[in-house]
C-alpha cells in the first residue's frame, strides 16, 4: 500500500540554524500539507500546496518557514533560523484530490532545537 | 477559541467493550470530518469520515455519528481489543473548500485493560 514518507525520522539542531525537512507524498497525489504537534498537544495545521504554490497557510507559517517541490516526488519545509519553540512532530500528509478526499499522513519527524 | 474539541481527555475501557470516543465543533461551515488514530511515535492513522450530508457511516468495528443539530461527532469502536490504544483524534474541515486544510481537536487517549 503506498504511503507517505518522511526524513529524517529526527533532527537535533541548534536554535538559530536552518532545517529541511523531507517528505514523499503519495504519488498519485495532488494536494500536499505540512502540520505540526508540539509533544502532548493537538495537531497544527501549517501549510497547503497545490499546483506548485502554497494554496493556505496558518499563523504559524510565517517568513521563517518556506515550501518547496524541487522535483516531481520530493516536498519539504525549511525553517530557516529555528527557535526554541520549533521543537516539535512534523507532519507531512497528502491528498489524491477534492477537499473529501482521505489526507494520508507521514511518519513525522521529530525536530529538536537546542 | 478552538472549533475542533473533546470531551474525555482519557478512556480505559475493558479488552472486549465497545468504545464511544466523542468531540464537538463549532463552525457550520464544516462539510467533513475524519477519524485519526495515533499510536505512539507515530503520525495519524485514517480510520473513517463522514461528510456533512450523512448522519451515521460505518467501517470495520468503527462506526461514526454526526449530529449537526448540537455539532457533535462521535467514534464507535466495537469489540475494543488491545491494538486499539491510542490517541483519537477528530479533525474537521472547516472551509468547505478544495483545499482540505484540517483543523484537529485535542484527543482522547484510549486504554484498553486485558
Known amino acids: 500500500e503506498p504511503e507517505v514518507t518522511q526524513t529524517p525520522s529526527h533532527q537535533v539542531t541548534q536554535m538559530g540554524q536552518e532545517v529541511i525537512l523531507r517528505c514523499v507524498p503519495i504519488s498519485n497525489h495532488l494536494y500536499f500539507y505540512w502540520y505540526r504537534q508540539i509533544l502532548g498537544q493537538k495537531v497544527e495545521f501549517l501549510v497547503s500546496?497545490?499546483?506548485?504554490?502554497?494554496?493556505?497557510k496558518s499563523e504559524i507559517f510565517d517568513d521563517q518557514f518556506s515550501v518547496e517541490r524541487p522535483d516531481g516526488s520530493n516536498f519539504t519545509l525549511k525553517i530557516r533560523s529555528t527557535k526554541l519553540e520549533d521543537s516539535a512532530m512534523y507532519f507531512c500528509?497528502?491528498?489524491?484530490?477534492?477537499?473529501?478526499?482521505?489526507?494520508?499522513f507521514g511518519p513525522g519527524t521529530r525536530l529538536t532545537v537546542l | 477559541g478552538e472549533s475542533v474539541g473533546l470531551h474525555l481527555p482519557t478512556l480505559s475501557v475493558q479488552e472486549g467493550d465497545n468504545s464511544i470516543i466523542n468531540c464537538a465543533y463549532s463552525n457550520s461551515a464544516s462539510d467533513y470530518f475524519i477519524w485519526y488514530k495515533q499510536e505512539s511515535g507515530k503520525g495519524p492513522q485514517f480510520i473513517i469520515d463522514?461528510?456533512?450530508?450523512?448522519d451515521k457511516r460505518q467501517g470495520q468495528r468503527v462506526t461514526v455519528l454526526l449530529n449537526k443539530t448540537v455539532k457533535h461527532l462521535s467514534l464507535q469502536i466495537a469489540a475494543t481489543q488491545p491494538g486499539d490504544s491510542a490517541v483519537y483524534f477528530c479533525?474537521?474541515?472547516?472551509?468547505?473548500?478544495?483545499?482540505?486544510?484540517?483543523?484537529f481537536g485535542k484527543g482522547t487517549k484510549l486504554s484498553v485493560k486485558p
Open positions: 479533525a474537521e474541515n472547516p472551509y468547505g473548500g478544495s483545499q482540505g486544510n484540517l483543523i
Open positions: 500528509a497528502s491528498r489524491r484530490g477534492p477537499s473529501t478526499d482521505t489526507q494520508y
Open positions: 463522514i461528510r456533512s450530508n450523512m
Open positions: 500546496f497545490y499546483n506548485n504554490e502554497i494554496s493556505e
